[in-house]
Structures are given as structure tokens and as C-alpha cells.
């Protein structure tokens, strides 16, 4: 199994970005998908998580600004960034939940510039 994101990028304060992680293998089915983040010099922190039921949960730090939504029959998971801060810049990992197992993707580097 393979998680592969894509969307990071630079963009200013006050803009938006959308992220999209797909995860491919043998999958029967992904019961959590998420996303976390990592800033330099801090600790990896979640931002959202969503279930295959569609339940949400945020960071507070992102709420009202930051959608997470997946499609289950693409297995791919995403995350609508709006009204971006430089306090969001960090590389972004999603995460699935596979046959009990947590898989990760590789990051994708997001840039808010003041």
C-alpha cells in the first residue's frame, strides 16, 4: 500500500490550497484518513481526520478554515485550505488506517508567505 499526496505549494496569506493524497494496492477498504503536520523545529501535530462514515475532526487551530473530504471509491482523501496563515506553513502528511495498519504518505511542503 502506498499513500502519494500532492497540492502543496507557495502561496500568499490569505490564500488557499488543496491538497489530495490517493493511496493504491491491494486496499479492501480505509477506515480513517487524515492529515497531519509537521513545522520546523515542532512535533508533528494532526489537522484533520475524516472516517469512512464521513465523521470529521479538526485541530482547533485550522477550524472554520481548513476542509477535510474523501472519496472512497478513488481512496483518495483531501484537504481544502482557505484563508492560509504563515503559521500553516509546514510539510503536510497524509495518513490512512489500512486492515489496522497506519500508512503514510511522503509530505508535501506548504509555504504561507506574509
Known amino acids: 500500500v502506498q499513500l502519494q499526496a500532492s497540492g502543496g505549494g507557495l502561496v500568499q496569506a490569505g490564500g488557499s490550497l488543496r491538497l489530495s493524497c490517493s493511496a493504491s494496492?491491494?486496499?479492501?477498504?480505509?477506515?480513517?484518513m487524515g492529515w497531519y503536520r509537521q513545522a520546523p523545529g515542532k512535533q508533528r501535530e494532526l489537522v484533520a481526520v475524516?472516517?469512512?462514515?464521513?465523521?470529521?475532526n479538526y485541530a482547533d487551530s485550522v477550524k472554520g478554515r481548513f476542509t477535510i473530504s474523501r472519496d472512497n471509491a478513488k481512496n483518495t482523501v483531501y484537504l481544502q485550505m482557505n484563508s492560509l496563515k504563515p503559521e500553516d506553513t509546514a510539510v503536510y502528511y497524509c495518513t490512512g488506517k489500512i486492515s489496522l495498519i497506519d500508512y503514510w504518505g511522503q509530505g508535501t511542503l506548504v509555504t504561507v508567505s506574509s
Open positions: 475524516i472516517t469512512s462514515g464521513g465523521n470529521t
Open positions: 494496492g491491494t486496499i479492501f477498504s480505509i477506515n480513517r
